[in-house]
């Protein structure tokens, strides 16, 4: 049974830190991408980073850039997502999803090309 899960969210006030985390099994890891998305209430889904579990290369989204920093553990098939510089603006459910690395367009968050999506972790940022 494929499985992610996440953890690591919460309440934090602007400028702070958290640390996302997405543990997987179920699943070759090293084919796999593990990308993070978000959505706010009101808002479309939006394509926060991803990394290449086999060649450790990283994408991220304009508006996290500089601020987050995605990374693998692939010898414990987990994904994590160090959140700095929070803004209130970064306030959304967090989604970790996984997609077969030749099957994903490089460089875009396509949400329909990850076959595997975890329950997803609130993320609050206060002013």
């Known amino acids: 049974e494929v499985q992610l899960v996440e953890s690591g969210g919460g309440l934090v006030q602007a400028g702070g830190s958290l640390r996302l985390s997405c543990a997987a099994s179920?699943?070759?890891?090293?084919?796999?991408?593990i990308g993070w998305f978000r959505q706010a209430p009101g808002k479309e889904r939006e394509g926060v980073s991803c990394?290449?579990?086999?060649?450790?290369?990283?994408v991220y989204g304009d508006s996290v850039k500089g601020r987050f920093t995605i990374s693998s553990d692939n010898a414990k098939n987990t994904v994590s997502l160090q959140m700095n510089s929070l803004k209130p603006g970064d306030t959304a459910v967090y989604y970790c999803?996984?997609?077969?690395?030749?099957?994903?367009?490089?460089?875009?968050?396509?949400?329909?090309?990850?076959?595997?999506w975890g329950q997803g972790t609130q993320v609050t940022v206060s002013s």
């Open positions: 999803a996984a997609g077969i690395q030749k099957d994903l367009t490089y460089g875009r968050f396509n949400w329909w090309e990850y076959d595997y």
């Open positions: 179920g699943f070759t890891f090293d084919d796999y991408a």
């Open positions: 990394i290449s579990s086999g060649d450790g290369s990283t």
